[in-house]
T-cell receptor, first 109, second 111 residues
Framework: GQSLEQPSEVTAVEGAIVQINCTYQTSGFYGLSWYQQHDGGAPTFLSY????GLEETGRFSSFLSRSDSYGYLLLQELQMKDSASYFCAVSIGDDKIIFGKGTRLHILP | EADIYQTPRYLVIGTGKKITLECSQTMGHDKMYWYQQDPGMELHLIHYSYGVNSTEKGDLSSESTVSRIRTEHFPLTLESARPSHTSQYLC??????????FGQGTRLTVV
């Protein structure tokens, strides 16, 4: 089987930086990806890592360490519109994508 | 921008009815997925496909079935709807299996 662990909630201040961690256990690991979901909406793809290291996409960055089975999503210059749920997901083989339970990000003004 | 469409967006149906949720994508992606998600909860993989005529069950036991006769089309069918099937159903597609692009979802209510 497979498992993913991420914090259920994180709170940060507008303009600050926040990191959402994700640890995973699975065989056939292919990559780790991140998604944002606002209330009532569908998940939207943010970033993926197939190799170790940091991927940067604007204010969002994602990191992967395959040896530690660990990754994180870094959000910089937080804006109120970033209040949402964030999901990490593992790709198993190159076909199956399994999601974590999600992290609810609260942003304070 | 992803082009993946789900219909209907909302559906209220009686117990015992047969329903088909439609999902189509115009990106030519081989991989497609169905997830079930209750409000504020995690996404559960119920079915996936890696190409035409290939379908697999996901990790969540489901009484639904899927078919993949054309690359762009991946419908999900419930033969006999029950109140426990009330949920949001999300369809997604992927080119590489590393990133998933989602449709807007179908909110199903079984009464």
């Amino acid at each position: 089987g497979q498992s993913l662990e991420q914090p259920s909630e994180v709170t940060a201040v507008e303009g600050a930086i926040v990191q959402i961690n994700c640890t995973y256990q699975t065989s056939g690991f292919y990559g780790l990806s991140w998604y944002q979901q606002h209330d009532g909406g569908a998940p939207t793809f943010l970033s993926y890592n197939a190799l170790d290291g940091l991927e940067e996409t604007g204010r969002f960055s994602s990191f992967l360490s395959r040896s530690d089975s660990y990754g994180y999503l870094l959000l910089q210059e937080l804006q109120m519109k970033d209040s949402a749920s964030y999901f990490c997901a593992v790709s198993i083989g190159d076909d199956k994508i399994i999601f974590g339970k999600g992290t609810r990000l609260h942003i304070l003004p | 921008e992803a082009d993946i469409y789900q219909t209907p967006r909302y559906l209220v149906i009686g117990t015992g009815k047969k329903i088909t949720l439609e999902c189509s994508q115009t990106m030519g992606h081989d991989k497609m997925y169905w997830y079930q998600q209750d409000p504020g909860m995690e996404l559960h993989l119920i079915h996936y496909s890696y190409g035409v005529n290939s379908t697999e069950k996901g990790d969540l036991s489901s009484e639904s079935t899927v078919s993949r006769i054309r690359t762009e089309h991946f419908p999900l069918t419930l033969e006999s709807a029950r109140p426990s099937h009330t949920s949001q159903y999300l369809c997604a597609s992927s080119l590489t299996g590393l990133e998933a692009f989602f449709g807007q979802g179908t909110r199903l209510t079984v009464v």
